[in-house]
């Protein structure tokens, strides 16, 4: 009875972007009186359009309005306690504070993301596929729980952000579509953070952790890989990952229609049932959505009909391949292939939330500027990050007024723009030009810029609030739970516990603690 009328506000706010999360909201106020819950989430719009979630995942906020339940799962490096880190209120949003808290003073990971739909499909660490990850036991990494940070709703929350190497996975699922039965599935991204590797999926795949042929998978790809399918421009595009090949359209390779897409926060969908898929991107700030492809299936054999199996994955391929970046804020996939009525609902839903951006409190950290560091163990507070011309050591010593000139100059550094994430940092010598401090085997070095990706990695550190409670820590950009950390007067990146004996959980926080200060020279 109320379909009607919520169909045809959806299809008013769409006409205008600018007026979607005004709309949006008197939809939310005309089919409340039908709900049990004030406000509604985007499984209550598939759900009410006859195609309900059997999965659903956020670390922002409630994907149901009755959703009271936790969101996800931390677990802390110095004692290895986990804790649920759930919402504010029902139907709301998450309660970052509570994992704030949890993990001060040491490095926490995202262990689990609850499933919301009451089906048990929760996301866990990914174990080794064919390909295997680079934790323990061929296992992927679990993401850095602070490495994403936002605001949704005005409220503090953290997204999953996957840096090579880390993934999530169920093998073991309950009502996800087989075979070529239909569903339909969203991601919200960081439609910023990507790259060319395999693959940043969220989506389903094989129950085995191994490519098992075409057909086998059904997921929402996010990146610029060109190594199957592409669209115009230079990418990023939203794809299908329907295994042996990344599809942007009929076509194995080029398809016109699928734009590259590049919105802070991005909505990513697919949706496929026999001989029939589709493509739908928009920004998930506002506006409506665009459908990139909406046709049979790819003209290869061996997709039509499809053989999914069920899986769920989130940000690698369906072989464990485990090379991509990305950000996840929350997905769901469905049972059943829903409208584009539903979806149209559901973007308007994702765009009233409220997504921003977090605060990047980097202060003097302002690429082009020269800093120095300065440690604030209680041992060493007179020291700072320097090098020498006897080697390519990276060390914290005394520096002071009356310091030599040289000694000064090898404290200070340049800020640049991350080589390898534009949101972070690389630090350039003042007095070495086209020197940077990077890691090799976790030990910090003064080293030359060999263009390669591994070194604009290991030369890229991301500022965060000082794990002390003091001053700014840097986070290593690929290995997201080691931080710049003096150990022993040496420099290096350092976990909060871990093999090395700079892995110390000994004053970790401190170490790993640093004051941005005015350069020395
Ligand atoms: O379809 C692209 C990728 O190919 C899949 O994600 C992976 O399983 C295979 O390597
Ligand atoms: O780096 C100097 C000190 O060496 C650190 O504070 C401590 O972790 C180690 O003993």
């Known amino acids: ?3 009607p009328l919520w169909v045809s506000r959806v299809k008013r706010a769409l006409l205008s972007a600018g007026t979607t999360a005004v709309l949006a909201a008197g939809l939310l106020t005309a089919t409340a009186t039908t709900s049990q819950a004030a ?7 598939y759900a009410a359009g006859g195609t309900p979630c059997v999965a659903a995942h956020s670390t922002t906020r409630a994907l149901y309005g009755s959703y009271g339940g936790p969101l996800y799962q931390v677990k802390r490096a110095s004692d290895g306690a986990t804790k649920d880190i759930g919402l504010l209120g029902t139907g709301g949003y998450a309660n970052a504070a509570a994992q704030d808290a949890f993990c001060a003073s040491t490095s926490c990971v995202i262990t689990e993301i609850y499933d919301q739909s009451g089906k048990g499909n929760h996301l866990t660490q990914a174990l080794k596929g064919y390909w295997p990850g680079p934790a323990a036991g061929g296992n992927d990494n679990l993401a850095n729980a602070v490495e994403a940070p936002i605001t949704v709703a005005g409220h503090q929350a953290y997204g999953v952000y996957i840096a090579p190497g880390t993934g999530y996975r169920n093998n073991h699922t309950n009502g996800i579509a087989t075979g070529d039965q239909p569903e339909g599935m969203y991601a919200v991204l960081d439609g910023t953070h990507y790259n060319g590797g395999c693959c940043f999926d969220y989506g389903n795949a094989e129950t085995s952790g191994d ?8 997921a929402v790809y996010f990146g610029n890989s060109r190594s199957w ?3 115009t421009g230079n990418g990023p595009w939203v794809m299908a990952d329907q295994e042996n090949g990344l599809f942007s359209g009929v076509n194995a390779g080029y398809n016109a229609n699928d734009p590259s897409v ?3 926060f991005l909505t990513a969908m697919v949706k496929g049932g026999p001989n029939q898929w589709a493509i739908r991107s928009g920004n998930a700030q506002s506006g409506g959505l665009a459908t990139d492809y909406n046709g049979v299936r790819p003209n290869v054999s061996g997709y039509n009909p499809m053989h999914k199996e069920g899986a769920i994955i989130l940000g690698i391929g369906g072989d464990n391949s485990n090379g991509a970046a990305g950000t996840f804020y929350e997905g769901v996939m469905t049972s059943g292939y829903p409208s584009d009525a539903t979806e149209n609902a559901v973007q308007a839903n994702i765009a009233a939330a409220g997504y921003h951006s977090g605060s990047t409190s980097t202060g003097s950290l302002t690429p082009g500027s020269r800093i120095s560091l300065r440690a604030t163990t209680a041992c060493c507070t007179g020291d700072y990050i320097r090098h020498d011309d006897a080697d390519d050591k990276v060390v914290i010593s005394s520096v002071s007024s009356a310091s030599s000139a040289t000694d000064k100059a090898d ?7 991350g080589l390898a994430n534009s949101s972070c940092l690389t630090f350039e010598s003042a007095n070495e030009p086209g020197l940077f401090l990077r890691h090799y085997a976790f030990q910090l070095h003064l080293s030359a810029d060999d263009g390669g990706s591994n070194f604009a990695q ?8 000082g794990n002390s409670g003091t001053g700014t820590s840097f986070r290593s950009v690929n290995y997201p739970t080691k931080y710049l950390r003096h150990y022993d007067y040496t420099v290096y990146v350092a976990g909060d516990g871990g093999s090395n004996a700079w892995d110390s959980t000994s004053s970790w926080a401190q170490d790993t603690s640093w004051l941005v200060a005015s350069p020395w020279g």
């Open 458 to 465: 290991d030369a890229t550190f991301c500022p965060t609030a």
């Open 262 to 264: 590049n919105d802070r």
């Open 411 to 417: 404290a200070s550094w340049i800020v640049r723009t």
């Open 1 to 3: 009875m109320i379909k």
């Open 211 to 218: 490519d098992t042929g075409n057909g086998h998978m059904e």
């Open 39 to 45: 406000t509604q989430g985007p499984c209550d719009l």
């Open 229 to 231: 399918g592409f669209g």
